[in-house]
Nanobody, 124 residues
Framework: QLQLVESGGGLVQPGGSLRLSCVGS????????ITWFRQAPGKEREGVSC????????NYVDPGEGRFTISRDPAKNTVYLQMNSLKPEDTGIYYC?????????????????WGQGTQVTVSS
């Protein structure tokens, strides 16, 4: 059974950091593009960052600031999202997802495989 499981969320002060993990079972994450999405209350789900099957990265949120870094560890079948300099507007539920293709996309409706999400709250 294909499953994605996120972890690593929590409450952090503005300016703090978190590292989210997405562990796959039933599929080899290294074969596919994996995207992190987030959804804030009352807002649509948006793409944060994607790593494709060739390990090329696309950042959708604040691409010029370098606050979000996606990476993968094939040995652990895990994709990470390192988040630094967090802001209150980064608050939301963070999901990892794949549509089992090699290329990146931030079009959420096209994704068929989602984790359950992990809550990130940035507040003082």
């Amino acid at each position: 059974q294909l499953q994605l499981v996120e972890s690593g969320g929590g409450l952090v002060q503005p300016g703090g950091s978190l590292r989210l993990s997405c562990v796959g079972s039933g599929l080899i994450l290294d074969y596919y593009a994996i995207t992190w999405f987030r959804q804030a209350p009352g807002k649509e789900r948006e793409g944060v960052s994607c790593i494709n099957a060739s390990d090329m990265i696309t950042n959708y949120v604040d691409p010029g600031e370098g606050r979000f870094t996606i990476s993968r560890d094939p040995a652990k079948n895990t994709v990470y999202l390192q988040m630094n300099s967090l802001k209150p507007e980064d608050t939301g539920i963070y999901y990892c997802a794949t549509k089992r293709v090699r290329v990146c996309s931030d079009y959420a409706p096209a994704y068929g495989y989602w984790g359950q999400g992990t809550q990130v709250t940035v507040s003082s």
